[in-house]
């Protein structure tokens, strides 16, 4: 850890990363649900509150899928999978999915996924993690449709960082260099980094930006925040 993540952050992060599961191969629909009731039972129900380094137009998409999510009902009818998920709360799942992660006519897993890989980024480029250890994490995306060029930075970013990770791990003398590649890539896709479409319907108004200081990839890229290099000697795991 480089720093101690503020606690509603925490709860922020996990929220997402168990309610977007199932759009990375890891879980089936029925994480959904148990996401919403977790974070809404540790918040107690406050919505309004803005986690700390999340934009508040991205919070503002969590807050209104939880504040209309409903538990299953006995009775109701299983969606999706099977799973102990009903149709209203398959709906709203549908809803964060493309409001974190964008509609890119690419399907509704494709958009969690890419909310998967910026949630992730974004622990990274906000100082919670080591670049070496956040990469690893964020690379191994399953089901990330990667070889896709359509499916936007979130997604299409995964094969460098795996580039990344591979670099750090074999090669101990440009470690510092690798860690700032790292931080730079994290920087441009995490929360605020992901710049909409100029147009509607044009995928090539997508791009990414990177935040003023941040360096540059490769040799010249600059350290900013309180990152700081692991020694070649060492190893993250």
């Known amino acids: 850890m480089r720093r101690l993540p ?3 952050r925490d709860l922020f992060d996990d929220f997402v990363f168990t309610a977007s599961a199932v759009a990375v191969g890891e879980s089936d629909w029925s994480r959904f649900p148990i996401a919403c009731m977790g974070y809404l039972s540790a918040v107690h129900g406050d919505l309004a509150l803005v986690p700390p380094l999340i934009p508040p137009d991205t919070a503002a998409v969590v807050a209104g899928v939880l504040s209309r999510f409903t538990r ?5 009818k299983r969606v999706a999978d099977g799973s102990r998920i009903n149709e ?3 709906r709203l799942a549908e809803e964060l999915f493309f409001g974190l ?6 399907g509704v897993c494709a958009a969690g996924a890419r909310a998967h890989s910026r949630m992730l980024s974004a622990r990274i480029a906000d100082g919670f993690v080591h670049p070496a250890i956040g990469a690893h994490l964020w690379s191994d995306v399953p089901a990330a449709p990667m070889a896709h060029p359509n499916s ?3 997604i299409t970013v995964l094969e460098s960082v795996q580039t990344f990770v591979a670099t750090w791990r074999d090669f101990p003398a440009e470690r510092p260099g690798t860690e700032r590649d790292i931080l730079t890539a994290a920087r441009c896709v995490g929360w605020a980094g992901v710049v909409a479409p100029m147009a509607a319907g044009d995928s090539s108004g997508w791009f990414v930006r990177s935040p003023e200081g941040a360096g540059t990839v490769g040799a010249e890229g600059t350290v900013v925040g309180d990152h700081a290099s692991v020694d070649a000697g060492d190893d993250p795991e």
């Open 72 to 76: 299953f009902r006995s009775g109701d």
């Open 6 to 8: 503020p606690f509603h």
């Open 101 to 106: 992660g964008a509609d890119r006519g690419d």
């Open 152 to 154: 936007g930075p979130e």
């Open 88 to 90: 209203e709360q398959y």
